[in-house]
T-cell receptor
Framework: DGGITQSPKYLFRKEGQNVTLSCEQNLNHDAMYWYRQDPGQGLRLIYYSQIVNDFQKGDIAEGYSVSREKKESFPLTVTSAQKNPTAFYLC????????????????FGPGTRLTVT | GQNIDQPTEMTATEGAIVQINCTYQ??????LFWYQQHAGEAPTFLSYNVLDGLEEKGRFSSFLSRSKGYSYLLLKELQMKDSASYLC??????????????FGTGTLLAVQP
């Protein structure tokens, strides 16, 4: 089955520690995205990557870092510089980052709920 | 600026029809998506509009008016499993990529027996 996997489902960390969230897709999609979801707020874009070895900052990139060394993988590191890291993190992918049409919809992974205390 | 507005919560009765509205103000427009998200789960794609008019897909329909910056999602024959958040998202081409989505806060729909 093709899809997007994120692990783990729940993650707990102490304040001051960096943590890496994994995102893997076997859909052969070029573009991948990381969003953050907080109660009462819409999904906010952290980083996106349109192609391997390339990525751009989204709207709330401060305190986060990413890499895109392989087409199927787009890990997100939440660093100690992120002031409010506790949130639900969603990874998504699409066929490309520049298409127009319903076939370019974004497919979402199951999410990782990160709690930092 | 970029702004998408949806009602925060709605309640409807099983078997009824409900309309969830979305208004948007974005610098560009390359289509509007509706996603369904059950609590703690991933959003799943429901519908897409890029031209004015109504798109029908089974019990779900979505309407778009680009001149008014307005869309709605219509759910018919409501079922209990339709209780979820419904996210309106506009695809904009700011920053050079044409597949970036701007999301509203979502509308939490509660279907009651």
């Amino acid at each position: 089955d093709g899809g997007i996997t994120q692990s783990p489902k729940y993650l707990f960390r102490k304040e001051g520690q960096n943590v890496t969230l994994s995102c893997e897709q076997n859909l052969n999609h070029d573009a991948m995205y990381w969003y953050r979801q907080d109660p009462g707020q819409g999904l906010r874009l952290i980083y996106y990557s349109q192609i391997v070895n390339d990525f751009q900052k989204g709207d709330i990139a401060e305190g986060y870092s990413v890499s895109r060394e392989k087409k199927e993988s787009f890990p997100l590191t939440v660093t100690s510089a992120q002031k409010n890291p506790t949130a639900f993190y969603l990874c998504a992918s699409s066929i490309s980052g520049s298409g127009v049409g319903p076939e370019y919809e974004q497919y979402f992974g199951p999410g990782t709920r990160l709690t930092v205390t | 600026g970029q702004n998408i507005d949806q009602p925060t919560e709605m309640t409807a009765t099983e078997g009824a029809i409900v309309q969830i509205n979305c208004t948007y103000q974005t610098s560009g427009f390359n289509g509007l998506f509706w996603y369904q998200q059950h609590a703690g789960e991933a959003p799943t794609f429901l519908s897409y509009n890029v031209l004015d008019g109504l798109e029908e897909k089974g019990r779900f329909s979505s309407f778009l008016s680009r001149s008014k910056g307005y869309s709605y999602l219509l759910l018919k024959e409501l079922q209990m499993k339709d209780s979820a958040s419904y996210l309106c998202a506009v695809r904009d081409n700011y920053g050079g990529a044409t597949n970036k989505l701007i999301f509203g806060t979502g509308t939490l729909l509660a279907v009651q027996p």
